[in-house]
Every structure is written in structure tokens, then in C-alpha cells.
């Protein structure tokens, strides 16, 4: 659809105006249409059915549908048109891009919700109206018969890419060299740590995994199994799942001929989903280590794989933003979510099942509804305006939701928050040792275990805002190991 609404450049008043609060459209966005705009795309003459001069003209859209989508401006054909994205006409035509702070003008009124007047409403849905109270699980189980493993000696302790915390133990898995490493709390001193937060963590073990690099750890729903997947590229993948008790391998699944990057574990322990640089979902049961689908959706590498609490769908990610549901038992497609355009890093469902969140290398994180796969909020979470010569600021690198709807994120600006059940930014940390590249809840969300790209692991009582425990993933050769 040709859109001629933004021909030409945004006044620096309208920008001030809408750094000062939430733009809306009567007294920010048709200010700059009625300037710019109006001539063409007005009542009496709207060029390609597209009229601008009131909001529920707006909200109609034009010949070619819709123009704006709530909370959703990388997919508001509007935007689209403003910043030049692929496949849609430039506007304004035949002239320079607007700079930043004007395009921001247009993006923060859909990403908040396109309201039209001054306290008007949202259309985005309210989040903590949709939260199903959840009831607490069953205690998970502790390590309890490990066998030895020697914790490997390397040069530099391995980047601590991949982590997971169990439901409902203080107990983290985190990815070490070839190896699974395990952190927690034991005896009674575990027991007591509801009242104790956290509880005193230690290495409690190490669980080898020869296949190679691990890409991906997650435990299932109760806390009874570990999986671990990963491999060497170009070589080979699988996964494997061990009983977190004994730590004995009880299935490993796939013979891939290229490393595994994401995979899970369904909730009933019937099934396995993954993926990787083949760009293909496999899903396979646990049981008799058969394939069950094999999906063919994705056009780059899969990079996120999780399954829904109730285990009936499960959502993919790929690395060029692709995100899908799907249904467990069918194979077939639910819902396809269109707002990232960059790689998925993360994917976490509410413990309800009713939202899963997204994040994504554009620093964006993403609340669906899975009702209808309605967005419910788009927050900038890890978005940063420097641009260092030889490295990113911009990305969100891990999510998790907390048993009471609340999230936890890390991103490549080097900073670790925590967000509300509505998205409001509650907490921030910064960490010492660098990039945090993975962060989960831990002791019942109490605390929060975050790794950093120095191989460092880092426990944080989220009450009081201080570490209380710092690990290394590897012993290095030069000495070392926990501090």
C-alpha cells in the first residue's frame, strides 16, 4: 500500500512533546499528520483509502488493510514505511530517512498501545488480569548418589552459555566443559530454604557429556530430570537426560549430524523437542526413542525450543526472528508470532501457560497472549544506544518467568532486571565479570543465579539486592575453582 502520510520532517517540537509522556494521537500524531500529511490523506481525498484526520480513520486503516498493530510497531506497516524496512515504500519517497528521535515519535505510540487522547486507554491487554494463580509444586528432588567426577582443568573457565534452575529445590544446573555442573544446597541445611534465602550453595557434582559442547539445559516440570543438548558442529548432536537423584543417563535421543542448539523436555516426560542448523523441529518420544515430527517451518537455524507447563504445544524460535507454536501431539502449527526480525536467544512460558515470553538480539522482550497470540507488551528490555567499535549493547540474552508471573532478563548491555507481572522494571543489576549470557530464578524466585562470559556464576538474594555466593565453571590450571 502506498503511504505518501510522512513526506516530510517531524517538527523537534512534536519529539519533546512526546519524550515528556506516552505520545497519543490527538495531541502528538495528528499534529504531524495535519501538517504533513492531511493533504493527501484526508476525508475527502484519501489516497489509496487511507484517511489520517481522525483516529478511527486510522484505525480502519486503507485499501490495503490495516496500518498499525498494537503494541507492535516492527510489524505496523506505518513504521515499516518510516524506517525503510525491506519490502515496503520508503517514505517519506524520495528523501532521507528521519532521524531517530523523530521515527521514536511514531514507534512509542504503538508500542504503547495507540492511545488517542490524554488518559486514554491502552489497547494493550492488561497482563495481570490474565494470571491464573498457580498452586506450588512438589518438592523437586536433590542430587543424592552422584558419582565423581572430576571437575575439568581448562586454560579459562568455559563460558556458562546454558543454565537452568530447578522448580522447586535450591538446586542450578549450569553447561561446563563437556560436563553438566550442579550447584546447591543439601541435607537439612536444604530443606530449611524457605527460611534461609538462598540457602547455603556449594558444587554438588558434575555430570559428564562427552557429545561435546552443551547448548541447552532445562529440568522438567518436577524437577526430576536434567537435559542437556549440544554436540560438535558439523558433527554430530543429541540430547540426554539424567535423573537429577542419581544422575544416571536414562535416554539420550537423536544421532544429529550437526550439534543440537535447543532443545526440552515435555512435561509428562513423553517427549522431546529440538533443533539446530538444520533448521528442522524434531520431536521424538522418550520411550521408545522414535521421531514422532519432523517440521520443516523454520528457514534459518533453530535456536529456542520450550514446551507449554501442560505440555500441549511447545514454541520454536530461529535465528532470523521466526517464532512458532505448535501443538505436541499433532505437529501442527498453532500460532505464528511476527515481531522479531533477529535471532530468538530465549523463549519461558508463565507457570500458568497462558503467556510466553520472548527475547530476542534486537533487546526487545515479548509478552503473548496464548489465547489468540496477541502481543501483550513489547518492552525495550536490553536496548542501548552506544555503539562500542568491537562489540553489541544491544540484545536480550536470557528470560525467565518466576512462579508468580514476574521476569527475570540479561541482556548485552550488561545489566540483569527484574520486570513486573505488567512488564514495569522493578530491579537492576549490574554485574561484575562482564556479559551476562544466561540468568534464572533459583530458590523459589527468592534468588537469582546469573552466568558471565568470564565463566563466573553469580547468586543474588533479590531481597536485598547483594551477592551472596560466586562460582567458577571450571578449576583452572593456574589454580582456582570456587572463591
Not at 549450569?174 to 527460611?195: D, I, N, P, Y
Not at 540430547?239 to 550439534?259: C, H, P, W
Not at 529456542?304 to 505437529?331: C, N, Q
Not at 526480525?341 to 503467556?355: C, F, N, P, Y
Request: glycine share 10%.
Amino acid at each position: 500500500m502506498k503511504l505518501t502520510l510522512i513526506c516530510l520532517t517531524v517538527a523537534m517540537l512534536f519529539v519533546s512533546i512526546a519524550q515528556a509522556d506516552v505520545p497519543n494521537y490527538e495531541d502528538h500524531i495528528k499534529p504531524l499528520f495535519r501538517a504533513h500529511c492531511l493533504k493527501c490523506h484526508n476525508a475527502d481525498d484519501a489516497e489509496a483509502d487511507l484517511d489520517l484526520s481522525s483516529f478511527a480513520a486510522v484505525m480502519k486503516g486503507g485499501s490495503s488493510g490495516e496500518i498499525v498493530k498494537a503494541g507492535l510497531p516492527e510489524s505496523s506497516q506505518l513504521y515499516r514505511a518510516v524506517i525503510h524496512a525491506d519490502g515496503v515504500e520508503a517514505m517519506p519517497p524520495e528523501s532521507p530517512k528521519l532521524t531517530e528521535e523523530k521515527l521514536a515519535l511514531v514507534r512509542e505510540w504503538i508500542r504503547g498501545g495507540l492511545i488517542e487522547g490524554k488518559g486514554g486507554q491502552s489497547q494493550l491487554r492488561n497482563v495481570t488480569a490474565m494470571l491464573a494463580p498457580v498452586s506450588p509444586g512438589a518438592p523437586a528432588p536433590l542430587p543424592e548418589s552422584l558419582p565423581h567426577i572430576e571437575l575439568a582443568k581448562t586454560v579459562r573457565p568455559p563460558i556458562p552459555q546454558a543454565m537452568a534452575a530447578s522448580p522447586g529445590a535450591p538446586l542450578f544446573a549450569v553447561s561446563g566443559q563437556e560436563q553438566v555442573l550442579l550447584f546447591g544446597g543439601k541435607g537439612e541445611q536444604a530443606s530449611k530454604s524457605q527460611t534461609s534465602s538462598p540457602p547455603h550453595l556449594s558444587l554438588l557434582g558434575a555430570l559428564p557429556f562427552p557429545e561435546g559442547t552443551i547448548h541447552d539445559i532445562k529440568f522438567s516440570r518436577n524437577g526430576s530430570l536434567l537435559m542437556a543438548a549440544g554436540g560438535r558442529g558439523s558433527h554430530s548432536g543429541r540430547v540426554v537426560l539424567f535423573d537429577v537423584k542419581t544422575g544416571a543417563r536414562i535416554a539420550e535421543i537423536g544421532d544429529e549430524v550437526d550439534s543440537v542448539l535447543a532443545a526440552d523436555v515435555s512435561a509428562d516426560h513423553q517427549y522431546v523437542a529440538f533443533g539446530g542448523p538444520s533448521k528442522i523441529v524434531k520431536v521424538f518420544s522418550t520411550k521408545t526413542g522414535e521421531p514422532r515430527h519432523r517440521i520443516k517451518k523454520h528457514t534459518d537455524w533453530v535456536t529456542a525450543v520450550s514446551f507449554s507447563p501442560d505440555r500441549r504445544m511447545f514454541a520454536t524460535g530461529d535465528r532470523s526472528g521466526g517464532l512458532h507454536i505448535w501443538e505436541t501431539e499433532k505437529g501442527a502449527i498453532v500460532f505464528t508470532l511476527d515481531e522479531h526480525k533477529v535471532r530468538i536467544t530465549d523463549l519461558s512460558w508463565r507457570a500458568d501457560g497462558a503467556v510466553l515470553a520472548s527475547g530476542a538480539e534486537d533487546g526487545n522482550l515479548i509478552l503473548w497472549s496464548m489465547k489468540d497470540g496477541f502481543p501483550l507488551r513489547n518492552i525495550t528490555a536490553h536496548i542501548s544506544k552506544e555503539s562500542p567499535r568491537y562489540s553489541r549493547r544491544t540484545g536480550l540474552l536470557a528470560v525467565d518467568f518466576s512462579s508468580d508471573g514476574r521476569l527475570l532478563t540479561s541482556g548485552r548491555d550488561g545489566m540483569v532486571r527484574l520486570w513486573s507481572v505488567d512488564g514495569e522494571k522493578q530491579l537492576e543489576l549490574s554485574i561484575e565479570g562482564g556479559l551476562p549470557v544466561s540468568a534464572s530464578f533459583l530458590d523459589d524466585s527468592a534468588a537469582a543465579v546469573v552466568g558471565t562470559f568470564d565463566g563466573s556464576l553469580h547468586v543474588f538474594d533479590l531481597a536485598v539486592k547483594s551477592r551472596t555466593h560466586l562460582f567458577r565453571t571450571a578449576e583452572v590450571r593456574s589454580g582456582g575453582g570456587e572463591r
